[in-house]
Nanobody
Framework: QVQLVESGGGLVQPGGSLRLSCAASGFTSSSYVMSWYRQGPGKERELVASISNAGDSTNYRDFVKGRFTISRDNAKNTLYLQMNNLKPEDTAVYYC??????????????WGQGTQVTVSS
């Protein structure tokens, strides 16, 4: 059974840090580009950052550049998002997504259930 399970969310003060994790099971994550998305209150879901299947290339949206770092450990089938200098506008449910990029996995995509991040004093 394919599963993506996020963890690490919570309540943090502005300027604080959190590290999100996304544990993948039921498939080989090294065949998938992995991404973090978020959906704030009353907003559409948006891409935050992505990382290539080998982990050698990353992309960030401008609103998190210099503050967030995406990484992955394919041996552990786990994706991470280190979030520093958090701002109230970062408050959202954060989701991880796996999108297939190899010949055998292209066209497949999986989502986690999300983890809540709240930035407030």
């Amino acid at each position: 059974q394919v599963q993506l399970v996020e963890s690490g969310g919570g309540l943090v003060q502005p300027g604080g840090s959190l590290r999100l994790s996304c544990a993948a099971s039921g498939f080989t994550s090294s065949s998938y580009v992995m991404s973090w998305y978020r959906q704030g209150p009353g907003k559409e879901r948006e891409l935050v950052a992505s990382i290539s299947n080998a982990g050698d290339s990353t992309n960030y949206r401008d609103f998190v550049k210099g503050r967030f770092t995406i990484s992955r450990d394919n041996a552990k089938n786990t994706l991470y998002l280190q979030m520093n200098n958090l701002k109230p506008e970062d408050t959202a449910v954060y989701y991880c997504k796996a999108a297939g990029v190899t010949r055998s996995t292209r066209g497949y995509a999986y989502w986690g259930q999300g983890t809540q991040v709240t930035v407030s004093s």
